[in-house]
């Protein structure tokens, strides 16, 4: 159990959320682009599909190209949105790395120290559940982002538990 422990679960945990902040960016991403899509689809076919005799077929024509312009504005909005935000969490991330490390660097005159050695015995349990809380959050955060980009998540699911349904007592009636 040393210090070198409890700060690489730190830079771990960094790590982890990190990631875990990415695949949200891209779930927001890819979530905007489906729903883009389908709504655009929607909107095809409605313009389509109504007979409207006082709208020419270049009318409608205009309306889905308006339409579908405006789609690509949105998504390349959200895609640009995304993307700087995901710089800003590498950023982010990347600071707090080196602080990390500047602190480890500047406080290794206290590592043989009695009452450091103690504090970092009961905060390395908790240290190492927090570690732990990270990598399901990011492994939970990999999943959805796989899931809304369409492709087949890399670990099986559990299905949920159900709970059994209570039995309504029958009111009475006087």
């Known amino acids: 159990m040393?210090?070198?422990?409890?700060?690489?679960?730190?830079?771990?945990?960094?790590g982890h959320y990190g990631r875990t902040a990415k695949n949200l960016l891209a779930v927001?991403?890819?979530?905007?682009?489906?729903?883009?899509n389908?709504?655009?689809?929607?909107?095809?076919?409605?313009?389509?599909?109504?007979?409207?005799?006082?709208?020419?077929?270049?009318?409608?024509?205009?309306?889905i190209g308006s339409q579908q312009r405006v789609a690509r504005l949105v998504v390349d909005s959200v895609a640009r949105i995304?993307?700087?935000?995901?710089?800003?969490?590498?950023?982010?991330?990347?600071?707090?790395?080196?602080?990390?490390?500047?602190?480890d660097q500047s406080t290794a005159?206290?590592?043989?120290?009695?009452?450091?050695?103690?504090?970092?015995?009961?905060?390395l349990p908790v240290a190492r559940w927090s570690l732990e809380l990270a990598g399901r959050a990011d492994e939970a955060s990999k999943r959805l982002s796989q899931r809304v980009a369409?492709?087949?998540?890399?670990?099986?699911?559990?299905a949920a538990k159900t709970a059994p349904k209570r039995a309504h007592r029958a009111s009475r009636k006087a």
């Open 2 to 14: 040393t210090a070198a422990n409890l700060n690489t679960i730190a830079i771990d945990v960094v």
């Open 28 to 36: 927001y991403r890819a979530g905007t682009e489906r729903a883009v």
């Open 38 to 63: 389908a709504l655009s689809a929607g909107y095809g076919q409605l313009i389509e599909k109504q007979p409207l005799p006082w709208i020419d077929s270049e009318i409608k024509a205009n309306w």
């Open 82 to 103: 995304a993307e700087r935000a995901t710089s800003a969490v590498d950023s982010v991330s990347g600071r707090a790395v080196q602080g990390l490390e500047a602190f």
């Open 109 to 123: 005159w206290a590592h043989d120290m009695m009452v450091v050695g103690a504090m970092r015995r009961i905060h």
């Open 150 to 158: 369409g492709r087949a998540a890399t670990k099986t699911t559990r």
